[in-house]
């Protein structure tokens, strides 16, 4: 069983700055490529950002395509999400996810969620 929980959200004005953390635990963890994922209130969870299981490759939503970076401590247990220059549209639950396999894009493809963590962007 892979858990994950999510840390690091709160409250930021526009233009500014907040990193992420998930904290993955479980006896496969390493093997997994992981993502992150969102849902602002009456919309459905869109991808944001993701990396391949040994950190070769990362890719990104087009919506924050230049201001977010995905990475990957060393060991492979926890999963940051930098995000800078936020916009109030950025605001939303983000979810950690891991996949053992599929296309990283697309939700289906995560066998494990976080709890999610709670960011939201003033103007």
Do not use: H
Not at 48 to 56: D, E, K, L, P, R
Request: aromatic share 12%.
């Amino acid at each position: 069983q892979v858990q994950l929980v999510e840390s690091g959200g709160g409250l930021v004005q526009a233009g500014g700055s907040l990193r992420l953390s998930c904290a993955a635990s479980g006896p496969t963890i390493r093997s997994y490529s992981m993502g992150w994922f969102r849902q602002a209130p009456g919309k459905e969870r869109d991808f944001v950002a993701a990396i391949w299981w040994n950190g070769g490759s990362t890719y990104y939503a087009d919506s924050v395509k230049g201001r977010f970076t995905i990475s990957r401590a060393i060991a492979k247990t926890t999963v940051y999400l930098q995000m800078n220059s936020l916009k109030p549209e950025d605001t939303a639950v983000y979810y950690c996810a891991a996949s053992g396999s599929g296309n990283l894009v697309n939700r289906d493809s995560y066998d494990y969620w976080g709890q999610g963590t709670q960011v939201t962007v003033s103007s």
